[in-house]
């Protein structure tokens, strides 16, 4: 099998070029390194079934050869990259969608689009059930990445329609794990990386607003299942443990054997106030659940982080 995966050195693309190549199979990944890492692919570079073309996927896309598998994984994905990237968003969800799946198309391939639970706004419904249609304010700061990915979904349900390709939706919640980037804004690294700095933990609003976190792994398990589904609709792949941002917070000062405080800043414009996925279409169609829970994951996080954030002097000297 040859897979292509656009975003292949960003955090989850990564873990995913990882996934293949560790089945025997080929990867092709494809990125411009906007906002992925070489970092997150340089042990794989001598591996002769990985090849790395360095493209942006809003321009055509020419893969020479045979493609079993196109996953579409390219796009900024934190409200830090899309606040800075905001057209850049829009035309990857756009063009680059449309770029992709006119490869899968010419290659007669498999497609995963990765979606995300952003495409229900601030939700009126939970959990969050794939019916919803969600409730997301188009104009405001969020808009560009969410309805950047809505309209990637419908784009991928026309292709199904239109030439009957084998389409998967993937709508990924909270994630994470190694190769996350510390300053990519999300609050789980920022958590961290304060903490390891020995700086004040800096929540937004009360903290209690929720998310739902799954480990990377179990994400990737999720993902191959759909791939390997016969289910062309969309599909939560997410955690439905909901914890606060404000326990959250505490867990990781815990774990990392902080004793920092906790800092109040305003809570941002269209902050969704609840997210959890409804995974019961998970669990039926593709016999899936998350198995990692939140602090053994944390401390596989934690330890990775350890390996990228500068120490802080009081922990040095302790």
């Known amino acids: 099998m040859r897979t292509v995966i656009t975003g292949g050195a960003g955090f989850i693309g990564s ?46 896309i020419d893969v020479p050869g045979r493609v079993d598998n196109v996953l579409h994984f390219a796009s ?4 830090l990259d899309y606040a800075v990237f905001k057209i850049q968003t829009l035309k990857v969800g756009a063009m680059g969608t449309h770029n992709a799946l006119g490869l899968a198309v010419k290659k007669k391939a498999r497609f ?6 952003e495409i229900y706004g601030d939700p009126l419904e939970h ?3 794939e019916s919803y249609w969600g409730n997301v304010n188009p104009i405001g700061p969020r808009g560009v990445y969410d309805e950047a990915k809505r309209y990637a979904e419908a784009l991928t349900m026309a292709y199904h329609r239109c030439h009957g390709l084998n389409t998967k939706i993937a709508r990924i919640f909270n994630t994470y794990g190694p190769r996350m980037r510390v300053n990519d804004g999300r609050a789980l690294p920022t958590f961290i990386a304060q903490a390891l700095r020995d700086e004040k933990i800096t929540v937004f609003g009360k903290g209690s607003q929720t998310r739902s976190f799954c480990y990377v792994t179990d994400l990737i398990d999720g993902l191959a299942r759909l791939l390997r589904s016969r289910e062309n609709y969309p599909v939560n792949i997410g955690n439905p443990v909901e914890h606060t941002i404000a326990e959250l917070a505490t867990m990781i000062v815990d774990l990392a054997g902080s004793g920092n405080a906790v800092i109040h800043k305003p809570l941002p414009e269209d902050d969704p106030k609840v997210r959890r996925p409804d995974i019961a279409r998970a669990r039926t ?5 998350p198995t990692i829970p939140l602090p ?10 350890r390996t990228i954030v500068p120490v802080s002097k009081k922990r040095k000297t302790s």
Not at 32 to 40: A, H, I, K, M, P
Not at 76 to 79: G, I, Q, Y
């Open 127 to 129: 959990p969050q059930r």
């Open 296 to 305: 053994e994951g944390l401390r596989k996080t934690i330890d990775y982080f």
């Open 15 to 60: 873990h995913l070029c990882d996934y293949f190549l560790q089945r025997g199979e080929t990867v092709v990944c494809i990125d411009n390194f906007l906002t992925g890492s070489r970092r997150n692919i340089r042990h794989l570079r001598r591996n002769r079934k990985f090849t790395l073309i360095e493209h942006d996927v809003t321009k055509y």
């Open 76 to 79: 900024p994905a934190s409200p």
């Open 112 to 117: 995963l689009l990765a979606s995300t639970s």
């Open 285 to 289: 169609i593709l016999g899936w659940r």
